[in-house]
């Protein structure tokens, strides 16, 4: 079983990045596919969900900046960040929830994504 995230990095405000993870092992294709961050000294925080069918939803901290998106054929998730913010700052976990009660079931790894002012 593996969530394998990439794409993080440092960007100056109003930047953008787009972090990527891949699964295998898992039938992610049925479950959910999520983004949480946490932030140094906070509790992680759900960033971004994805159901397979293709239903978003996302904290409203990132909405309007942030979007979700999956290949079911590739079994991968991403996030695409524009008008990143300094508050943005976080380590990021890609995750695979349970279809029926959202749960999350898997994580990744984590990949830090640094905004500077």
């Known amino acids: 079983v593996q969530l394998q995230a990439s794409g993080g990095g440092l960007v100056q405000a109003g930047g953008s990045l787009r972090l990527s993870c891949a699964a295998s092992g898992i039938p992610f294709n049925i479950m959910i596919a999520g983004w949480y961050r946490q932030a140094p000294g906070k509790q992680r925080e759900l960033v971004a969900t994805?159901?397979?069918?293709?239903?978003?939803s996302y904290a409203d901290s990132v909405k309007g900046r942030f979007t979700i998106s999956r290949d079911n054929a590739k079994n991968t998730v991403s996030l695409q960040m524009n008008s990143l913010k300094p508050e943005d700052t976080a380590v990021y976990y890609c995750?695979?929830?349970?279809?029926?009660?959202?749960?999350?079931?898997?994580w990744g790894q984590g990949t830090q994504v640094t905004v500077s002012s």
């Open positions: 995750s695979a929830n349970n279809p029926w009660t959202a749960k999350t079931v898997y």
């Open positions: 994805i159901t397979n069918g293709g239903t978003t």
